[in-house]
């Protein structure tokens, strides 16, 4: 039986609204980490959804949220250059990591340049242990942003995925559907998300309207099916959807 979770759904009458209210909710998780552990650690989610929310964190947070004290991570990669179109990198970069004042050595992206991405994959869990062995919680991220796909996908995590079975490894080389352009991923694994203190999933789009009822609903399917209806962090899971989608 799986363990009911407090669902948190907060609804926005578009997504710039949404997007807004995500970007306060970071600033205030940000300002919760630093003032405990003097150190934020936040993952972004890839995709188009979180662009909005990217450009108000730079364009109204980059003197309110502690940047010296924030580390960026990525919850998922496209197996491509940092400098391609698809890169989820790059579309951080350019939103916000550009416009911020944050230290390069604080900016933790998926080494694409690897020759294969299982290379890719060792390399990037190596990082990520390395850099919170000593925290002392039980929780690893403060905050990883999480978007998801019609199909019920995130990160890249894809139903009926070998991957959604890894209970040790926190990275791992995917493949996503044939339907998408860039096949070859690099993923955060449910072990890592879920030992997330905090997740916000950022979804909008009418095509996702079906699958995320019944993920909110947590149906049985849902549960088994979906892999965004597999995420149970340690604390928070807060869902900033707009009327498009709920
Ligand atoms: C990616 C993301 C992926 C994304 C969903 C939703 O690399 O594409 O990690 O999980 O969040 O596909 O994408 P949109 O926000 O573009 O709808």
């Known amino acids: 039986m799986v363990k009911p979770i407090e669902q948190d759904?907060?609804?926005?009458?578009?997504?710039?609204?949404?997007?807004?209210?995500?970007?306060?909710?970071?600033?205030?998780?940000?300002?919760?980490?630093?003032?405990?552990?003097?150190?934020?650690?936040?993952?972004?989610?890839?995709?188009n959804t979180p662009r909005i929310t990217y450009r108000i964190l730079a364009d109204e947070y980059s003197d309110k949220i502690p940047w010296s004290?924030?580390?960026?991570?990525?919850?998922?990669?496209?197996?491509?250059?940092?400098?391609?179109?698809?890169?989820n990198y790059t579309m951080a970069y350019q939103t916000l990591i550009s416009k911020l004042p944050i230290p390069a050595q604080n900016i933790h992206p998926i080494p694409t340049e690897m020759e294969n991405p299982g290379k890719v994959a060792v390399s990037y869990e190596k990082l990520l242990r390395g850099f919170f062995q000593n925290t002392k919680a039980d929780s690893v991220f403060d905050l990883i942003l999480l978007g998801m796909g019609d199909d019920g996908h995130t990160?890249?995590?894809?139903?009926?995925d070998p991957v959604l079975e890894e209970k040790e490894k926190w990275v791992n080389a995917v493949f996503a559907p044939p339907i998408y352009k860039t096949c070859q991923r690099i993923t955060f694994t449910l072990p890592l998300i879920n030992s997330a203190e905090n997740v916000f999933f950022l979804v909008s789009g009418a095509k996702k309207k079906g699958v995320l009822k019944s993920i909110i609903e947590e149906s049985d399917v849902a549960i088994k099916k979906y892999?965004?209806?597999?995420?149970?962090?340690?604390c928070k899971k807060i869902w900033f959807v707009d009327k498009e989608v709920l």
Request: aromatic share 10%.
């Open 227 to 234: 892999p965004a209806a597999m995420i149970r962090p340690k």
């Open 9 to 47: 759904i907060r609804k926005f009458p578009d997504l710039e609204s949404l997007s807004r209210a995500a970007a306060e909710a970071i600033f205030e998780t940000a300002c919760e980490a630093v003032s405990m552990k003097g150190c934020f650690s936040l993952a972004l989610a890839g995709g």
């Open 155 to 160: 990160a890249s995590l894809f139903p009926g």
């Open 69 to 87: 004290s924030t580390h960026l991570f990525w919850g998922d990669e496209r197996y491509v250059p940092k400098n391609h179109p698809d890169s």
